[in-house]
């Protein structure tokens, strides 16, 4: 009788590994015997050797056939006739493998209570590998990624400084005036570009005498600085303005060590730009019809309100952003200890998937998230390894603390983010739910409510932003989402832009 045939008589199909190690087992009428043996090949590894007895074997074994008997189906026999060594003979490799899935889903069951190894992934365990023996005990080895045990430092009674800032007319005014612009009318120019401009061009990436890549033709902002996911071209005003359609500007930038040829990691190419148009956007008058219609502003003091909303929550996220990282460096001093390649390359995403969340919630333009996720993308592996090291410090004092995440604090949050995009709150918790998104946010709200705590206990001197390094994304910066050693892949960074799904209002 094939495997097929096998479950269709007995209704039942092989559990996958994923359900078993997902699936609560039942209540254990007797707990297994197991002998356990932890290696730790580093402070975040756990490789595991578990054996479980011959005599918890049989004892399934036992149960399993008790459990067919009444309704095995043998040729000759009628439905829970046969005898129990003909069936024994019969279904012998199914139900080795039945009671193979219920023994190792109970023992992960019965390890995860009796041993404290705080996992942060699953257990990376294949099924098909673990062999079923036909006496003696059952085997089977699984590594798991865990929380590393250190000593908490002390959090409380730290010196902080937080950066303040007065909002000016001229914040506001600028951005307005960026706020506006997808309202504008395009003109395109014949004279050269300058600093506003919206510029058409194609990047060409060279190395040697060797075309790396060359793009599409790309729509951007000439600002100062042009980021990229793996470079940065920090004179880039410099380079493109004063540029006019047909001509050519290069310069020289070094390429991220993150970039995806890990061979040109580190060395200088060149960059041509190669301009096709430049376009000036004329701002529209602020009437009270164009009031109305955008987001029904009863005047032009009411959208600067907006605005100047807006700018405070963007400050409070700098601000906040600065305390966060002293908070950090104080606490991670002391954190010494490794963290695999392995678990950083695949914390990365979600690490760039959290920040996009807290910038949407801040107030920021998809242009300035698109910037941050391009920095943070060129440092990702460094970047992950200190946020990493701070999540484990910060949970440690949320369990000590008895700090925990309310569903109310999910709709907060929610909220924010769709106030920023105009969109309506449900739309976003899909969204999230969809790209599994839900968790890191969780993360953040969790990780936020530690460093207030800390803060509570914290001496707090207020600072003018000027004299610290100003943290966040910056509106001097214009992103793209591209390569210069290959061409967009969209899946690389976390999508931040998420204004095409808004309509063509301000948020209100």
């Given amino acids: 009788m094939t ?30 015997t197991l002998e356990v043996k932890v290696d730790s090949p580093s402070s975040c590894q756990r490789h595991l050797t578990v054996t479980v007895s011959r005599e918890d074997v049989d004892r399934y074994l036992d149960e399993q056939y ?4 009444p309704k095995a189906e043998v040729p000759g026999f009628r439905p829970g006739k046969a005898p129990r060594q003909l069936v024994v003979s019969r279904f012998k490799e199914h139900v080795s493998e039945q009671v193979k899935a219920k023994l190792l889903m109970d ?16 257990p990376d365990i294949d099924l098909n590998a673990v062999v079923f023996p036909d006496d003696g005990p059952l085997t089977f080895e699984f590594d798991l990624e865990v929380r590393p045990e250190f000593e908490l430092p002390e959090w409380r009674g730290l010196t902080l400084e937080k950066p303040v800032h007065e909002i000016t007319d001229e914040d506001i ?53 042009l980021s990229l996911r793996d470079a940065k071209i920090d004179d880039f005003s410099g380079v493109v303005g004063g540029a006019a359609a047909g001509e050519r500007r290069e310069t020289e930038v070094t390429l991220s060590s993150t970039t995806s040829d890990s061979s040109l990691a580190g060395q200088t190419v060149r960059v041509i730009f190669h301009v096709q148009k430049i376009e000036r956007v004329e701002l529209p008058k602020l009437t009270a019809s164009f009031l109305e219609e955008v987001g029904g502003f009863k005047s032009e003091a009411e959208l600067r309100d907006l605005v100047a909303n807006s700018i405070a929550r963007q400050q409070d996220y700098r601000s906040n952003q600065s305390v966060r990282d002293q908070i950090t460096r104080s606490l991670t001093d002391t954190a010494t200890w490794d963290l695999p390649p392995s678990l950083l390359e695949r914390q990365s995403r979600r690490e760039l998937r959290r920040t996009v969340l807290e910038l949407q919630s801040s107030g920021y333009s998809n242009e300035m998230i698109q910037a941050h996720a391009n920095q943070l993308q060129q440092n990702i592996l460094e970047h992950t390894a200190r946020a990493l090291k701070e999540h484990f410090i910060l949970e440690r004092i949320a369990e000590e603390e008895k700090i925990d995440v309310e569903e109310q604090d999910y709709d907060v949050e ?29 993360n953040q709200i969790l990780e936020r ?60």
């Fill in 66 to 69: 008790d459990e067919l008997l």
């Fill in 173 to 225: 005014d600028r951005q307005l005036s960026s706020l506006l612009h997808k309202f504008g009318k395009v003109v395109e120019q014949d004279g050269p570009a300058e600093m506003g401009d919206m510029v058409t061009l194609e990047l060409e990436t060279v190395l040697g005498e060797r075309v790396v890549s060359r793009s599409d033709p790309i729509r951007v902002s000439l600002k100062p600085v």
């Fill in 414 to 442: 929610i909220q924010r983010i769709a106030e920023q995009e105009g969109i309506p709150p449900r739309r976003v918790r899909a969204r999230l739910e969809k790209r599994g998104d839900l968790d890191a946010l969780r």
């Fill in 107 to 122: 023992s992960m069951t019965q390890l995860s209570d009796e041993h404290q190894f705080s996992p942060i992934s699953e």
């Fill in 3 to 32: 495997e097929t045939e096998n479950n269709e008589v007995l209704g039942t199909e092989d559990p996958t590994s994923e359900e078993i190690l997902d699936e609560s087992s039942e209540a254990l009428k007797e707990p297994l």
């Fill in 449 to 508: 409510k530690v460093i207030d705590k800390i803060v509570s206990h914290a001496t707090v001197i207020d600072t003018p932003e000027e004299v610290m390094r100003r943290g966040g994304p910056s509106d001097d910066v214009t992103a793209i989402d591209y390569s210069l050693v290959r061409r967009r892949d969209a899946s690389a960074i976390p999508e931040a832009k998420h204004g095409e799904e808004a309509s063509k209002k301000l948020p209100s």
